[in-house]
T-cell receptor, first 109, second 116 residues
């Protein structure tokens, strides 16, 4: 079974708004990663947060990790139409990634 | 430099035939992974290779699936006697290192397999 559960499953916002996606997982982790996928093909790595980190930033992205609640969130600030994609969290399980079901983000111009 | 490449990009095959999917990882990456993505099952781990260690085959769904990595570089995923439920996008990824350190994985564009 999949390690991560994400919500919402789908999110539709206007350009300029912030988008928040949440991920929960079941067991202890070494790190948690977020990926983006456009058009159902290759995934692009966005950010990696280790189990001893609580928050990480990369450009307009902010990721938080709460290991006590086994949850993470991805915030995209000032969204753009080009951010429209599916976003997946993945827990690093002995090197291999176990993915959540993903959040489908639609940013309307 | 070049990213992860996969071939073919699309493959249509008849039920019962064998197929081979190829992955060329990023040069110098020691770890190589196969995943598949289907509507019903989402993104699933299949197998991974790390250096000269025995591969982790824990995600392979049946013994019809096998993979090899030659010379620590190119990998081939083979599906024997394909079934319709094997239809999916097969994704390959590579990373510089694997194990408990945790490193980002670089994904190829995938091979879309359709079994008719």
């Amino acid at each position: 079974s999949q390690q991560g559960e994400e919500d919402p499953q789908a999110l539709s916002i206007q350009e300029g708004e912030n988008a928040t996606m949440n991920c929960s997982y079941k067991t202890s982790i070494n790190n948690l990663q977020w990926y983006r996928q456009n058009s159902g093909r290759g995934l692009v790595h966005l950010i990696l947060i280790r189990s001893n980190e609580r928050e990480k930033h990369s450009g307009r992205l902010r990721v938080t990790l709460d290991t006590s609640k086994k949850s993470s969130s991805l915030l995209i600030t000032a969204s753009r139409a080009a951010d429209t994609a599916s976003y997946f969290c993945a827990t690093d399980w002995g090197g291999k990634l176990i993915f959540g079901q993903g959040t489908e983000l639609s940013v309307k111009p | 430099g070049a990213g992860v490449s996969q071939s073919p990009s699309n493959k249509v095959t008849e039920k019962g035939k064998d197929v081979e999917l190829r992955c060329d990882p990023i040069s110098g990456h020691t770890a190589l992974y196969w995943y598949r993505q289907s509507l019903g099952q989402g993104l699933e781990f299949l197998i991974y290779f790390q250096g000269n260690s025995a591969p982790d085959k824990s995600g392979l769904p049946s013994d019809r699936f096998s993979a090899e990595r030659t010379g620590g570089s190119v990998s081939t995923l083979t599906i024997q006697r394909t079934q319709q439920e094997d239809s999916a996008v097969y994704l390959c990824a590579s990373s510089f290192l694997s194990g408990t350190g945790g490193y980002e994985q670089y994904f190829g564009p995938g091979t879309r397999l359709t079994v008719t």
